[in-house]
């Protein structure tokens, strides 16, 4: 079971939250341990590891992937064609 509440946050903290109530293990780059998460407010009973995963992670921009049990945070992508910056 997992139970998240959270105005605003990092993902850094909800990492370790998710670790100390469901048990898995994170990865991910020091750059990202401050990443904000706000308004992240979660409870799920017997839910699927890629559930909890989706719901916590996508809507905030994380992209997860599970590696040999250890799931991988990584910032998404930005969608669409890009475009070279002008100076």
């Known amino acids: 079971?997992?139970?998240?509440?959270?105005?605003?946050?990092?993902?850094?903290?909800v990492a370790d939250a998710i670790t100390?109530?469901?048990?898995i293990v994170f990865?991910?780059?020091i750059a990202l341990a401050d990443y904000p998460m706000e308004?992240?407010?979660?409870?799920e009973q017997g839910a699927a590891l890629d559930a909890?995963?989706?719901t916590v992670f996508?809507?905030?921009?994380?992209?997860?992937?599970v590696?040999?049990?250890v799931v991988v945070l990584?910032?998404?992508a930005p969608s669409g064609p890009l475009r070279p910056r002008r100076r």
Do not use: M
């Not at 079971?1 to 903290?13: C, G, I, M, V, W």
């Not at 996508?58 to 992937?65: E, K, L, S």
């Open 74 to 76: 990584t910032r998404s």
């Open 58 to 65: 996508t809507p905030r921009g994380i992209d997860y992937r």
């Open 67 to 69: 590696v040999d049990k």
């Open 20 to 23: 100390q109530q469901v048990g």
């Open 1 to 13: 079971d997992l139970k998240l509440s959270y105005s605003r946050t990092t993902l850094k903290t």
């Open 27 to 29: 990865s991910y780059e």
């Open 39 to 43: 308004n992240l407010y979660v409870t």
């Open 52 to 54: 909890i995963l989706k």
